[in-house]
C-alpha cells in the first residue's frame, strides 16, 4: 500500500485530498498546525500530526514510517489579502516552509514531490490576451504570490541535485465543499457565499467586471491524484484552471440564482478594493489537458449549487 503525506490536510483542498486517497485505498499522514484548518476536516483514517511546516524541528519530531511514496504539500497561509498582514510570517510559512518540506522529502526517501502553487505567480496581466500559459512572465503583486514564486524556484534547484521528481501546480480559483466560511480573505465564492448564508447583502470589494477561472474542487484533486504516477508531469509546471472566463458579476447571478434571491441590486453592495487583487486572468490549461489527458467536468453552477448543499448541511459548524 502507497503511503504519502499531506500538508495542510486540514484545510479545503488538503482534507479533500487526503479524503480521497483514502478511499482509494492509500495510507495517509496530515502534516497541519490547524492555524486556519479545522480538525474535524481532518477525514477518518488519515494519522493526524499538528507541526508547524516553519520549524524543521517540529517536522523531524513526528513518527513518520521510512519511506512516504510522495508528499502532498499544500500547507500554506493561502491568502494574498493576508500576506500583506504579516510579510514575515508569509516567507516563514510558504517559502521556509517548501524548503523545510523538501528536506523531510528527502529525509522519507520520497520520490515524488507535489506542490500547489497558485495563479497569483502570474500578478495583473498586461495586454488584450487574458488566456494565460505557464510561460507568461511572472511578476507577483502580493507577498503571497512572490512566496509561491520562490517555493516554485527553490523546488526546481532542489530536485535538480536530488532523486525526486516534482510537479508543480498553479491553482486558479478552487471553490466547493470544505472551504473555510468563517474566512473573509481569501476564496471569492466562498465569501460571497458566506454573506448570503448570514441572510446579509454581499459586500463586494472591487470591480464587478473582475473575471476569474473558477475550478470545482472535485477536479483539483482529480489532478492531484493521478499526477502522482504520470512521468508526463515529472518536473514540470501546470496550470490547473477550466479555461473558462466568469466575472464577478456572472458568479454573483449564479449564487443569487442557487439562493432563489433574484435581486440583484438588493442583494449586492460595491465598495472598495482588495490588496493584491488582479483584474483577472484565464488559465490556458492545454499543456495539463495534454500531459493528463485530463478536462474540468464540473461546471459553475453545478458546483455553486453542490456547495449550497454542503453548507446548509454543515450550517451548525459556521454559527458557533
Ligand atoms: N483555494 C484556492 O483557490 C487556491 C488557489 C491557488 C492555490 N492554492 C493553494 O492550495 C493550497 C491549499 O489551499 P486551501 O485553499 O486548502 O487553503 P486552506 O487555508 O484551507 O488550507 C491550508 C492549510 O494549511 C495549514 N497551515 C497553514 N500554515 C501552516 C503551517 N505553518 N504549518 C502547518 N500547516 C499550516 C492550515 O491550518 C490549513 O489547514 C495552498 O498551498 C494554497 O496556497 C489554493
Known sequence: MKTYIVTGGAGFIGSNLARR?????????????????????VPEGAMFCK????????LQMIELPDKIDCVFHLAAQSSG??????????????????????????????QRFIYTSSMSVYGEVTGMN?????????????????????????????T?????KATIFRLFNVYGPGQNMLNMKQGMASIYMSYIMNNEPILVKGSLERFRDFIHIDDVVDVLIHSEGCPETYGEIFNVGTGLKTTVSELLRVILRVYNKEEFD??????????????????DNNKLRNALKWNAKVNIEEGIYKMKN???????????
Not at 507541526?51 to 517540529?58: V, W, Y
Not at 514575515?88 to 521556509?96: M, P, Q, T
Not at 535538480?160 to 525526486?164: E, G, L, P
Not at 454542503?310 to 458557533?320: A, F, Q
Request: hydrophobic residues 35%; proline residues 2%; charged residues 25%.
Open 21 to 41: 486517497l483514502i478511499k482509494e485505498g492509500y495510507k495517509v499522514y496530515i502534516i497541519d498546525d490547524l492555524s486556519t484548518g479545522f480538525l474535524r476536516n
Open 51 to 58: 507541526a508547524d511546516i516553519s520549524d524543521f524541528k517540529q
Open 81 to 110: 489579502e493576508a500576506s500583506f498582514d504579516d510579510p514575515a510570517r508569509d516567507i516563514d510559512v510558504n517559502y521556509k516552509g517548501t524548503y523545510n518540506m523538501l528536506k523531510l522529502a528527502e529525509m522519507k526517501h520520497s
Open 130 to 158: 487574458i488566456y494565460i500559459d505557464e510561460t507568461y512572465n511572472c511578476t507577483p503583486i502580493s507577498y503571497y504570490g512572490s512566496n509561491k514564486l520562490a517555493s516554485e524556484q527553490v523546488i526546481s534547484l532542489y
Open 160 to 164: 535538480r541535485t536530488s532523486t525526486i
Open 266 to 283: 438588493q442583494w449586492v453592495i460595491c465598495s472598495g478594493n482588495t490588496a493584491g487583487d488582479v483584474t483577472g486572468l484565464i488559465a
Open 310 to 320: 454542503w453548507i446548509d448541511e454543515t450550517m451548525e459548524w459556521w454559527r458557533n
